[in-house]
C-alpha cells in the first residue's frame, strides 16, 4: 500500500483548464497505469456533448500514471485492486485525502465537469466530488454523499450487492456491459444534453 500510495501523493499535475470536460472514475484494475480501456475513451466521446473535453485517463488524472498506456488487467488482479481501492476509501484517512485532492483539481479544472463513475468510482467520488456526476453500475458501501444520477443494469448482481441506494434507470446490461450498451449510451447522453 505504501509504495502506491506514495506514487499517488506525488501526482501533482494541473490539467489546462477548458469550459466543459467530461471524466470518468472507476476504481483502478491497474496501479501501473490509469489509461481509460478503448472501449471506455469510445463511450466518453459518444455521451460527451458537442463542444465538451473528453478527459482520456482515470484516476489520479495524472499523465505520469499513464506509463505505457492501457494494459488489460486480468479480472482477479482487477478485482483485488479495486477491492483494496474501496477499503482504502473506508479506512485510510491517508487515501480519502488523496482522492479528495485529485478531485478538486479536476473539479477546478473546469467551468462545468461532469463525472461518470463506474463501479467503485462512486465510492471514490463519495470522498468529495463537490458536482453532480452519472453512475453507473455503481459499488458504494455506507451513505450516499454526492449527487448522482443512478443507472443499473438488470443483469448487474455486483451493483445490486454493493449498492443499497437509490436507482434511477435499469438497462440492460451486466457489470462489465455499460461501456459497450447503446441503450446506456443513449441514456447518459440525455442526461447531458
Known amino acids: 500500500m505504501s509504495l502506491y500510495l506514495d506514487r499517488l501523493e ?4 494541473r490539467l489546462p483548464f477548458v469550459g466543459t470536460r467530461v ?6 484494475s491497474s496501479f501501473v497505469s490509469s489509461a481509460l480501456s478503448p472501449v471506455q ?3 466518453l466521446h459518444a455521451v460527451a456533448p458537442a463542444g465538451a473535453s473528453v ?3 482515470g ?11 492501457f494494459r488489460e488487467a486480468g479480472m482477479a488482479g482487477a478485482s483485488w485492486r479495486n477491492a483494496r481501492q474501496v477499503g482504502w476509501a473506508l479506512g485510510s ?9 485529485r478531485l478538486e483539481m479536476l473539479f477546478g479544472a473546469a467551468s462545468r465537469t461532469t463525472l461518470i463513475t463506474g463501479s467503485c ?6 470522498l468529495g466530488w463537490p458536482g453532480e456526476g452519472i453512475a453507473l453500475g455503481p459499488a458504494c458501501l455506507g451513505a450516499l454523499r454526492v449527487r448522482a444520477y443512478v443507472v443499473r443494469g438488470r443483469g448487474d448482481g455486483w451493483s445490486r450487492l454493493l449498492y443499497r441506494g437509490r436507482v434511477d ?20 447522453r440525455g442526461i447531458l444534453r
Not at 484517512?93 to 485532492?101: D, L, P, S, T, Y
Not at 468510482?121 to 463519495?126: E, I, R, S
Open 121 to 126: 468510482g462512486l465510492q471514490l467520488a463519495n
Open 55 to 57: 478527459l482520456e485517463m
Open 169 to 188: 434507470r435499469a438497462c440492460g446490461c451486466g457489470h462489465l456491459g455499460y461501456w459497450e450498451s447503446e441503450e446506456v449510451r443513449e441514456i447518459v
Open 23 to 28: 471524466a470518468l472514475l472507476t476504481g483502478q
Open 93 to 101: 484517512e491517508r487515501f480519502r485525502g488523496i482522492v479528495r485532492a
Open 10 to 13: 506525488k501526482a501533482s499535475e
Open 59 to 69: 484516476f489520479p488524472f495524472d499523465s505520469s500514471f499513464l506509463g505505457k498506456g
Open 41 to 43: 475513451v469510445s463511450f
